[in-house]
Nanobody, 115 residues
């Protein structure tokens, strides 16, 4: 079992920044990759960024150049630094951990960007 707890969401004005954190606990040594997803009201959950165990990162086009995903292995924590935020970034952001054929999710943290 893997437990994921997100934090760092909040209300920010357009152009501002936030940093999300995802703390992992439990049986974490087998996690192959972690990622951030988001779900806006009335929309499907979508991938934002991923980071593999070896550190390789991927980003969806709509966040490239604005968001940075990173990890601190000593703290078992993954971060999502979000810069130049736009109102369309408003969503609940979820942390995901891939463990073998299993996927684990956190409860999410709300990010609201005002115009």
């Amino acid at each position: 079992q893997v437990q994921l707890v997100e934090s760092g969401g909040g209300l920010v004005q357009a152009g501002g920044s936030l940093r999300l954190s995802c703390a992992a606990s439990g049986i974490i040594f087998g996690i192959s990759a972690m990622g951030w997803y988001r779900q806006a009201p009335g929309k499907q959950r979508e991938l934002v960024a991923t980071i593999a165990a070896g550190g390789t990162t991927t980003y969806e086009d709509f966040v490239k150049g604005r968001f940075i995903i990173s990890r601190d292995n000593a703290k078992n924590t993954v971060y999502l630094e979000m810069n130049t935020l736009k109102p369309e970034d408003t969503a609940v952001y979820y942390c995901n951990a891939a463990y073998g054929i299993m996927n684990y999710w956190g409860r999410g943290t709300q990010v609201t960007v005002s115009s």
